[in-house]
């Protein structure tokens, strides 16, 4: 399917799931090479940047995951975005639905028809703002997480360690999906930024060197995220020891203390002729407060000891 938008002198050709014709226009039309437009019909596995005569073909992929959103069994971690950059002409391809990219439509709509926002002479101006919106979308995916994050605090601290474990894990899943997808981003932006200023000006540098900083605001806040969630799972991790040791102690004592008791049963049920106090008329009872004695006894040993 395509979709196209114009903003001045330049035209942004949106492609979703290309088909051979739809490769043959772009060709005829924007003296696309072929090579190019076959490598639109099919998903890349790594990121890219290639410089042309007429064009800068750029592959990137970004992280789909999205905090509280993740379907059991769901496999697909990035999605793929094609661009190819000219002077007066911008193509996008993907695969599938891309919010960013559906979101961007709307403003370069609104732009090109009221005129307030200067987006440049060039595709390279429609790219920059493009990208940023990605970046920053993906910022907010993170603040999302760090969101669920403090949600995830509290439950820790109000009792509930145990249910959070999962939590975590979860939460951990998707900051891995999303380093792992802007891994090979900053290698490839490098080399977009040399190319773009050769094949835009000098004058387009700034606007390249924001691009690369809008990535390192997403990756910084990824690390800041990870690292919060590392804490959180070592606290989570060391209430969750304390409240099992507490238990295993609990246990301990209780099995201690019934020990003697036990033993002190198995004594008296003995079937032999001179057992102490056996034929008494209160042998019952005399039996029975000795062993409440001894239980009393012992636990006065056990806060001497400070074990409980």
Do not use: C
């Not at 000219?86 to 990219?101: Q, R, V």
């Not at 390192?216 to 800041?224: D, H, N, P, T």
């Amino acid at each position: 399917m395509i979709t196209r938008a114009s903003y001045k002198n330049v035209t942004w050709v949106d492609l979703e799931n290309p088909t051979q014709a739809e490769a043959r226009t772009l060709i005829e039309e924007f003296a696309i090479e072929p090579i190019v437009a076959d490598e639109l019909l099919s998903p890349t596995l790594r990121p890219k940047v290639d410089v042309h005569e007429k064009f800068i073909y750029l592959i990137l992929h970004f992280p789909t995951a999205h905090a509280g959103h993740i379907e059991k069994g769901e496999t697909q971690k990035t999605k793929e975005v094609d661009f190819i950059i000219g002077e007066d002409f911008i193509i996008t391809t993907h695969y599938d639905s891309i919010d960013a990219l559906h979101d961007f439509s709307k403003v370069f709509e609104v732009n090109s028809i009221l005129d307030k926002t200067k987006m440049g002479e060039h595709a390279g101006y429609v790219f920059y703002h493009m990208i940023q919106h990605f970046y920053r979308q993906l910022h907010n995916r993170v603040e999302s997480v760090r969101d669920e994050m403090n949600e995830v605090e509290q439950q820790i601290f109000s009792g509930n360690e145990r249910a959070m474990v999962n939590e975590i894990s979860e939460l951990n899943r998707i900051l891995l999906t999303y380093k792992s997808a802007l891994s090979a981003h900053q290698e490839v932006l490098r080399s977009f930024e040399h190319a773009g200023e050769t094949f835009f000006g000098k004058a387009f540098i700034y606007h390249l060197r924001g691009i690369v900083g809008e990535y390192f605001k997403v990756a910084q806040a990824i690390e800041g995220s990870k690292e919060y969630l590392t804490e959180l799972r070592q606290t989570n991790d060391s209430l969750l020891f304390t409240k099992q040791n507490e238990i295993m102690k609990i246990l301990t004592i209780m099995a201690f203390v019934t020990f003697p008791l036990s033993l002190i049963a198995g004594i008296f049920g003995m079937n032999t002729s001179n057992m102490p106090f056996v034929g008494n008329p209160f042998d019952f009872y005399i039996i029975l407060i000795g062993m409440m004695a001894l239980t009393f006894a012992m636990f006065i040993y056990f806060k001497a000891k400070r074990w409980l």
